[in-house]
T-cell receptor, first 119, second 113 residues
Framework: EAGVTQFPSHSVIEKGQTVTLRCDPI?????LYWYRRVMGKEIKFLLH????????ESGMPNNRFLAERTGGTYSTLKVQPAELEDSGVYFC?????????????????FGPGTRLTVL | KQEVTQIPAALSVPEGENLVLNCSFT??????LQWFRQDPGKGLTSLLL?????REQTSGRLNASLDKSSGRSTLYIAASQPGDSATYLC????????????FGQGTELSVKP
């Protein structure tokens, strides 16, 4: 079974440009999460999709970030325009169930991440 | 606001030693707690998931315990090997705060041959 995949693995862009990150969750996982780690800090939550709906987007830093999950399969995270402080590693994770359904299905599986550098 | 703390930040041990990694959290109203391992430049690998109703989980040489009343979890690694060298992260999800995981900063483990 394929794990969570992310594309690209690395992206280097100039300040003011646009970047789109893609995440393909594990097949059949309705829950998809985006997280980010900036230099020297802990990993922080950005948002949570259940199928194609945004369940929680409380971690999105500002309106330069736009996440979509059309059709409830893969997801994209667009940063437009990118700023220097957006540099970091963006992780995607998926789970079969949400945490409030007690059981092994709420385990989150992470992708390898996309390292974004904004110059 | 939930805070997750991992101590120590770094640990170096000789091969073969049994060791314990610590994770503490301030809000005991959690759905579950996960332990992850991260190798340099790689993603996170889930090691163990402990549900709120459970006290411990085991997988091979790894054993994770959960004590909600004291806000603590420990990851026990038996007979450590150089291949166990990595950063270990704990994270928990909180009641009524959706599905997001709150992460600690991690413990960087080095096992010397």
């Amino acid at each position: 079974e394929a794990g969570v995949t992310q594309f690209p693995s690395h992206s280097v862009i100039e300040k003011g440009q646009t970047v789109t990150l893609r995440c393909d969750p594990i097949s059949g996982h309705d829950n998809l999460y985006w997280y980010r780690r900036v230099m020297g800090k802990e990993i922080k939550f950005l948002l949570h999709f259940v199928k194609e709906s945004k369940q929680d987007e409380s971690g999105m830093p500002n309106n330069r970030f736009l996440a979509e999950r059309t059709g409830g399969t893969y997801s994209t995270l667009k940063v437009q325009p990118a700023e220097l402080e957006d540099s970091g590693v963006y992780f995607c994770a998926s789970s079969q169930e949400a945490p409030w359904t007690a059981g092994p299905g709420n385990e989150q599986f992470f992708g390898p991440g996309t390292r974004l550098t904004v110059l | 606001k939930q805070e997750v703390t991992q101590i120590p930040a770094a640990l170096s041990v000789p091969e073969g030693e049994n060791l314990v990694l610590n994770c503490s959290f301030t809000d005991s109203a959690i759905y579950n707690l996960q332990w992850f391992r991260q190798d340099p430049g790689k993603g996170l690998t889930s090691l163990l998931l402990i549900q709120s109703s459970q006290r411990e989980q085991t997988s091979g040489r790894l054993n994770a315990s959960l004590d909600k009343s004291s806000g603590r979890s420990t990851l026990y690694i038996a007979a450590s090997q150089p291949g166990d060298s990595a950063t270990y992260l704990c994270a928990c999800s909180i009641y009524n705060q959706g599905g997001k995981l709150i992460f600690g900063q991690g413990t960087e483990l080095s096992v010397k041959p």
